[in-house]
């Protein structure tokens, strides 16, 4: 069996097992998703293991396969534990669990047949081993495979810019908001953490993402209404402040539909 099968079905493996078994999320789109971030992640490790003598890419293969799957082990663990999943900027909270071992380990019996299927592409790496064919590619393998990841990196950044309109959309997930769970859910575990690991070192603004709302009349029937509309002043505001979160929201409420009057409004 070549590299890229093995890598194929133990990281597709692994991202659908948490998706469906932990977040018990299955949406055809996100599954979608997954599947093309994970790709190029497969396709970049097949590159890395077949550059090398067969023996370091065994090496390599086997390293990167334990802790792929032992961090899928962890997350499924962690969100048992915290009902989120594990984020850099949640190792305070991985930290304080140490003080509960016992609460730790109840939660790894309770999951013992997740983890187990966690473990289970492991297991057989090591049984099978002997029959994972490297191929220690060429310069112009090499060149071929390349051109392929940059498509398939092409691929993927279209994607995300053809899916902007809703709140947690590919675009707003991975240029805007900080939402750990709702990336996992789109783009899987690896690509989140790859995401996350960039925005713990490199720093990272989260946008206020503007969505007004409408007070159209649902039946259809013209009705004469007044509306509670008042001049708070805002578009002066929003050419004045510098800061972009205040500028955000000063946009969203000169944005939003003024109520019906009533009774009690006036």
Do not use: W
């Not at 079905?9 to 055809?28: H, N, Q, R, T, W």
């Not at 790496?125 to 092409?154: H, Q, W």
Request: glycine share 6%; aromatic share 12%; proline share 1%.
């Amino acid at each position: 069996m070549k590299v890229i099968y093995v890598l194929t079905i133990l990281i597709v493996y692994l991202e659908m097992l948490f998706k469906l078994l932990i977040l018990k999320s299955g949406d055809a789109f996100d599954v979608l998703y997954t599947l093309l971030f994970s790709s190029q992640i497969i396709l970049i490790l097949n590159l890395i293991c077949n550059i090398f003598k067969e023996k370091i890419s065994k090496i390599i293969l086997i390293t990167v396969s334990v802790v792929i799957a032992v961090y899928f082990g962890v997350q499924s663990v962690f969100f048992n534990l915290f009902s989120i999943p594990f984020s850099f900027s949640t190792l305070g909270l991985a930290g304080g669990a140490m003080g509960y071992t016992d609460v730790v380990v109840e939660i790894i019996v309770n999951n013992a047949l997740i983890i187990l299927a966690v473990l289970l592409p492991i297991i057989a790496l090591i049984i099978f081993n002997k029959k994972i064919k490297f191929e220690r590619y060429s310069k112009k393998a090499i060149f071929i495979f390349l051109a392929v990841i940059l498509g398939v990196t092409g691929l993927k950044y279209g994607a995300i810019h053809l899916d902007k309109d809703e709140l947690y959309s590919a675009y707003n997930l991975y240029y805007k908001l900080d939402a750990q769970e709702k990336n996992i859910e789109k783009f899987g575990v690896l690509t989140a953490t790859g995401l996350d690991v960039d925005r713990t070192l490199f720093g990272f603004e989260e946008e206020v993402i503007i969505q007004a709302g409408s007070n159209l009349e649902s039946d259809g029937t013209e009705v004469e209404v007044s509306y509670n509309d008042v001049d708070l002043g805002l578009e002066e505001k929003i050419e004045q402040t510098k800061d972009k979160t205040l500028k955000s929201i000063y946009q969203y409420i000169e944005s939003v539909n003024p109520t019906n009057k009533n009774e009690y409004t006036g």
